[in-house]
């Protein structure tokens, strides 16, 4: 026993319990010792045994008491409180007394007032007087009116070989509840005389001769300036003619003109227009007949940066007659703003009216029947600006006209035209110009147009028509008073037929005019015109040669 309480003593030596566990143990051991003494005494026949004890002490910590913490706001304050400030006074003074602010006023215009009147007179060879007058009502943000009347006449070196223009026109416009209103009154007089005949011949007075055509025109019209509620755009325009020569041939014209383009979403556009153009001719009060043409133009526009897009198409009535035309136009920009691709299939009809005839050849004699021509156009090109001086604009196109007017001399005198319609006339076109703008100290430009005609179906000719024509102007100013300008165009023959229906053309032409102005002060300058400098008497018209070396010149007043 005694041996087994030192092992077990030297086990809990390793142990190393704590100092009362320590004491305990000695007195169990000590206990144990004298227990195990006893029983020896008792009993010595005992067998004697041997006990280990093995034990491990695994120390624990006692559980620590945990805080609970219950969060919350404290109370508001909802007590005012009353903060005293105490500033010191303090004593500046200042050398410097700031000036009291007031209202500073307005300047004054910088603007010069404009001249918005004007009077140009002159006179030069020929016995040609000129007269031009303007007026104008200037600056205005609700209104603005012009005037304008011209007369200008020449009287050439061969018997009848004379002409006078005379024109008169007023415009007026006028801006209220997002709209501007304008409406136009003009009169117009061209006097021509029919000279183009065998003077060695025939002796014919000033009223075998003589014609006089006059336009009184009115019209009205209306455009939206702002955005509707609707996004729809329109621009309705009104048109009312007369037309009448000095033979007792009238036209009264009505044309109306309605086209409108509503916002469908961004960039892309519904567009319709509509126009109706009707004429009624009467010859000497006797006969008299209709002219007509409604056209409705339904489409989509995509309007992009960089792209331009409209396709539709154009139901067209001409004298009973319906027809189906294409409207196929399109603008793409390869190079930003410098190269331009444009291509197109359009249809459209050119009113041959009386008056229409007349501006293309004013020594048309009678007017018969008309018939309207039918224009087809297959185009492509290109056009764009190079910096921000240059511009220019190119179209190939393939052309095809139907009933195309064509003009021959009679057989009588030669001296007035007949209208022959082409049935189907095709030509090739190539137009071309380029021009250069820097401010307004120099402008040039120079156009081409070329015609290829190449098939006819019953006329042996294009006759009358000229198949080129090339334009160069320019205008060149010296400091603030000095100005010269330039024109000069080059013009290829025509085909004519004589009497015993022999094919002729006429020479080409050139012709080059002169012009300057200087301005003597604020309100005087004088200017001077040298046309036909070459002094070549060319003829537009077979047997019609123009006027030699015109020169004129005279004064100008602004005011």
Not at 23 to 42: F, K, N, Y
Request: with cysteine; net charge neutral.
């Amino acid at each position: 026993m005694i041996e087994t309480a030192i092992k077990t003593m030297q086990v809990f030596q390793h142990i190393r319990p704590p100092y009362l566990l320590r004491v305990a143990l000695g007195s169990c051991i000590c206990l144990l010792a004298a227990l195990g003494a006893r029983a020896q005494q008792q009993d010595s026949t005992i067998q004697q045994q041997t006990i280990d004890i093995y034990n491990v002490y695994q120390p624990e910590l006692r559980n620590a008491a945990k805080l609970n913490l219950t969060t919350a706001l404290p109370s508001i304050d909802t007590t005012r409180p009353r903060l005293v400030y105490n500033i010191p006074s303090q004593n500046l003074y200042f050398t410097y007394q700031p000036v009291p602010l007031r209202p500073l006023a307005m300047g004054k215009d910088s603007l010069e007032a404009l001249q918005n009147n004007f009077i140009k007179a002159g006179f030069g060879n020929y016995s040609t007087p000129l007269l031009q007058v303007g007026l104008g009502s200037g600056r205005n943000n609700q209104y603005n009116y012009s005037l304008f009347f011209n007369h200008l006449s020449s009287k050439g070196s061969i018997e009848h070989q004379q002409f006078s223009n005379d024109n008169l026109h007023l415009r007026g416009q006028y801006f209220a509840g997002g709209h501007e209103f304008h409406a136009n009154v003009g009169y117009d007089r061209n006097a021509v005389n029919y000279y183009g005949y065998d003077h060695d011949s025939l002796k014919l007075s000033r009223d075998d001769v003589r014609q006089a055509y006059n336009t009184f025109s009115v019209s009205f019209g209306l455009s939206n300036t702002e955005e509707n509620r609707l996004t729809l755009n329109y621009q309705p325009e009104l048109k009312l003619t007369s037309f009448a020569d000095a033979h007792d041939q009238s036209e009264f014209t009505f044309y109306l003109k309605i086209p409108a383009q509503k916002k469908i979403v961004k960039d892309i556009f519904l567009v319709a227009d509509f126009i109706g153009d009707f004429s009624n001719y009467r010859h000497q009060g006797d006969s008299s007949f209709s002219n007509s043409i409604v056209a409705f133009h339904p489409a989509v526009l995509i309007s992009k940066p960089g792209f331009v897009l409209r396709a539709g198409i154009n139901p067209t009535w001409t004298n009973n007659k319906f027809v189906l035309l294409p409207d196929i136009v399109n603008e793409t920009h390869l190079i930003k703003n410098s190269l331009i691709l444009s291509s197109g299939w359009i249809s459209y009809f050119t009113k041959n009216s009386y008056q229409h005839l007349v501006s293309e050849n004013p020594f048309l004699g009678d007017y018969s029947s008309p018939t309207n021509t039918r224009v087809e156009e297959k185009y492509t090109g290109i056009k764009g600006s190079i910096n921000s001086h240059f511009n220019y604009n190119t179209k190939f196109a393939y052309v095809v006209y139907e009933d195309r007017p064509l003009y021959l001399n009679d057989t009588l005198m030669g001296n007035k035209f007949t209208t022959r319609y082409e049935e189907e006339l095709k030509a090739y076109q190539l137009h071309a110009e380029i021009g250069y703008v820097q401010e307004e100290k120099f402008q040039a430009r120079l156009s081409m147009n070329w015609f290829n005609y190449f098939k006819q179906k019953t006329e042996a000719k294009p006759w009358g028509l000229s198949p080129f024509r090339a334009d160069l102007s320019f205008q060149y100013a010296i400091g603030e008073k000095f100005r010269l300008s330039a024109d000069a165009f080059a013009l290829s023959g025509s085909s004519w037929q004589d009497s015993a229906l022999v094919d002729h053309k006429t020479k080409g032409a050139f012709d080059l005019n002169l012009g300057a102005s200087y301005q003597i002060g604020k309100h005087f300058g004088v200017w001077a015109n040298v046309n036909n400098l070459l002094g070549s008497h060319y003829q537009r018209w077979h047997n019609y040669p123009s006027l030699g070396l015109n020169a004129l010149g005279g004064i100008l007043f602004k005011f």
